[in-house]
């Protein structure tokens, strides 16, 4: 017996795309979400984690199209968005059947939202189940298409970055990066670089949305400049990450340096309008080449989370810098202890924001009224009468001890929003 004909079929298919779509940045958000939880690699970096969203978005997007309009799949082109994630896969080194597998598990994830909204047609069930039949062969022959062209994409980009790139300096570097066994002697033989000193890494990147051919090499002149400024020892050893981003150590010999940051933020600002650059703090060696290495990528996770309240160069030594670039890493946890440390202060508004902002002064200060006036250029007085809104029994009253309260304090000033309920990381 045949249940409804295929024009009754695809009306409800079209209506179910159409309800599905009404929620359309919900679904694609969670399922971004899902897969950077469930996949390797794939929440390595907040940029990584943007293009996978957007990826998705776009992939949702086009899905909800085919349905609601029954356009057949020989018609389509991949999105840009999930071309340009391929791409950046592959630019990273990150393994390609962690992209085929975003897909697969992004199928699934999309059927199951199908057959939860199938449930709400007003129809035989015997019809939704034709309805649901139709609606999976469509998607998998979407992500069928669709998958083998980005992985395509992602080999073919592969071959052409490791070509670009892959000169053996750039690739011993990784190598030593990733803990693969290897000489010292034949890494500071084919580099020219010696690892028995103090290091300085960098991370270096490029604030532009869409970066240019020559950006790569514009990165490398800043930081041979950086270097030639900081009274390195020798020339830096530098590696491009992708078209936007490069790695770097700065050289200092047998002494460690004492790096003055003002004058390398002075520097960043000047020299690389458009760059910002993360610090790691000097170490020696090859375990140091690994650990500076480390924190310049966390003080770059703070700079990326911080939405641009942090200056154009911060180190991994900042005050504050290690604490939050640990923080930062489960932020959603985060959020939930600063509201609970904070109390009203958490909230994301001007008011609590101008209190956050007198407290952390002043403890930054030593709880030194006259410095916190100072620095934030209002009457002493003034500094009185908020500080006292927070501790008076009369006022909010925080329970939580002034360590913690400092601290929640300083991951409000890097991330600002972000670490408030409801906040959003941003890259």
């Known amino acids: 017996m045949t249940i409804g004909t295929d024009e009754e079929i695809l009306r409800l298919v079209a209506e179910t795309a159409r309800r599905l779509n009404d929620r359309q940045r919900e679904i694609a958000l969670a399922m971004s979400r899902l897969l950077a939880r469930e996949i390797s690699h794939l929440d390595e970096d907040q940029r990584l984690v943007e293009l996978l969203e957007a990826s998705v978005d776009a992939n949702v997007k086009t899905i909800l199209h085919i349905l609601a309009n029954d356009i057949p799949i020989e018609h389509l082109q991949p999105t840009t968005a999930a071309t340009e994630y391929a791409l950046r896969l592959a630019q990273r080194d990150i393994p390609g059947h962690s992209l085929v597998r975003a897909y697969h598990m992004g199928q699934n994830d999309f059927i199951e939202a199908c057959f939860a909204e199938l449930q709400r047609l007003d129809c035989h069930p015997d019809l939704k189940l034709e309805v649901l039949r139709h609606i999976s062969g469509v998607v998998y022959q979407y992500i069928d298409w669709v998958s083998l062209y980005v992985f395509d994409t992602y080999e073919k980009e592969k071959r ?184 009203p202060l958490a909230r994301n508004d001007d008011s609590a924001a101008e209190l956050r902002r007198t407290l952390h002064t002043f403890f930054t200060t030593g709880e030194n009224y006259g410095k916190t006036a100072e620095l934030l250029n209002v009457h002493r007085n003034t500094v009185k009468y908020r500080v006292s809104k927070v501790f008076d029994p009369s006022g909010i009253t925080l329970t939580h001890d002034r360590m913690d309260i400092a601290l929640a304090l300083q991951i409000c000033h890097f991330l600002g929003p972000a670490a408030l309920p409801g906040g959003k990381q941003h890259g």
Not at 184 to 191: A, G, I, L, N, R
Not at 284 to 294: D, N, S
Request: charged residues 20%; hydrophobic residues 40%.
């Open 160 to 343: 052409r970055w490791i070509s670009a790139r892959g000169n053996l300096r750039s690739s011993l570097i990784h190598k030593l990066i990733a803990g693969h066994p290897l000489s010292t002697s034949v890494f500071e033989h084919e580099t020219g670089y010696r690892l028995d000193q103090f290091h300085v890494g960098a991370v270096v990147w490029s604030t532009e949305s869409a970066p240019g051919p020559d950006d790569p090499r514009n990165l490398e002149r800043f930081i041979l400049r950086l270097a030639a400024g900081c009274s390195c020892s020798g020339p830096p050893i530098v590696t491009a990450v992708d078209p936007s981003m490069a790695w770097a150590w700065l050289p200092f010999g047998s002494k460690p340096p004492s790096l003055d940051m003002d004058a390398v933020r002075d520097a960043t600002t000047h020299l690389a309008k458009d760059c910002r650059l993360a610090l790691g703090l000097p170490a020696r060696g090859l375990a140091g080449f690994k650990r500076t290495h480390e924190q310049a990528q966390s003080a770059k996770a703070v700079v990326l989370a911080s939405a641009g309240r942090t200056p154009a160069a911060v180190s991994f030594g900042d005050p504050g810098v290690a604490m939050v670039s640990l923080l930062a890493k489960d932020m959603d946890s985060t959020r939930q202890w600063v509201r609970e440390v904070l109390g």
